[in-house]
Nanobody
């Protein structure tokens, strides 16, 4: 019974920065992988970044060097810092928690629009 709630989305100009947060609540046990995904209009949902319980990170090639994923387990929160934003980053961003032996949980998403 874990719920994930994203926040921090909004409108930002190209080249700007935006930080997203994903707060988890409910019957939480240590999650193995926490990821950020995004879905642009007319496109499939894609992985943006992920972070394991041990802190290992993985990024899509399109965002590597610009985005940073991090977590604060004490606050049950995962973050995505997005820098040097491009128009192609426009999408609804979702967080996802994955465990070894129970179903994944998705947040409801937060919209990010990069436009001048």
């Amino acid at each position: 019974q874990v719920q994930l709630v994203e926040s921090g989305g909004g409108l930002v100009q190209p080249g700007g920065s935006l930080g997203l947060s994903c707060a988890a609540s409910g019957s939480i046990s240590s999650f193995y992988v926490m990821g950020w995904y995004r879905q642009a209009p007319g496109k499939e949902r894609e992985l943006v970044a992920r972070i394991t319980s041990g802190g290992t990170t993985n990024y899509a090639d399109s965002v590597k060097g610009r985005f940073t994923i991090s977590r604060d387990n004490a606050k049950n929160t995962v973050y995505l810092q997005m820098n040097s934003l491009k128009a192609e980053d426009t999408a609804v961003y979702y967080c996802k928690a994955d465990w070894f032996s129970r179903p994944s949980v998705w947040g409801q998403g937060t919209r990010v629009t990069v436009s001048s």
